[in-house]
C-alpha cells in the first residue's frame, strides 16, 4: 500500500539500512529463499535509484540462529553471485570486521553493546558525509 510513497524517505540526506533475515536467504524452501533475494534486489535497486550515492548498509538478523562461518560465507556469495552487490559496491558500507557487506545482529540477545560495530558504522558513515555540515535555510 505504502510502496508509492518510498522514494520520498530515499534520499541522498541519509543512511539507508537495509534489514533482511538471514535464515531466509539461506532457507531450504526456494520459495522463501527466492522471495528474500527479491526483497533484497528491490531495497538495493529502489535505493540506487532515487539515491544513487547515498550510503546503504546490510543488516541480516538472527545471528543467533545463523553463527557458523560457513553459513555467513554462505549469505555473502549469495549477495555477491546472485544480487550482484559489486554493482553497489560504491555506497554499500563493508564490514571490515566481519569481512562481509552485512552486519549480522543477534535479535535475542540482551547484551547492551550487542549493536555496537553497526551503530559504530551508522556514525562514522555520517559524520563522513560532506552533507552533514550543510547550512540548510528553515523554508
Known sequence: MFYS???????????????????????KDTEVSSNTKQFIEFWLKSIHAHAPNAKIIMVGTF????????????????????????????????????????????????????AAPLRDMIESTMRGEKYIKETVSLR
Open 63 to 114: 545471528h543467533d540462529i545463523v553463527r557458523s562461518e560457513e553459513q555467513l560465507d554462505c549469505i555473502d556469495t549469495i549477495l555477491s553471485e546472485d544480487l550482484e552487490i559489486e554493482a553497489y559496491e560504491k555506497s554499500l558500507m563493508f564490514n571490515e570486521k566481519g569481512g562481509h557487506y552485512l552486519f549480522s545482529l543477534d535479535n535475542s540477545s540482551r547484551a547492551v553493546n550487542r
Open 5 to 27: 510513497l518510498h522514494h520520498i524517505f530515499l534520499t541522498r540526506y541519509g543512511v539507508h539500512v537495509l534489514v533482511f533475515n538471514m535464515q531466509n536467504l539461506i532457507s
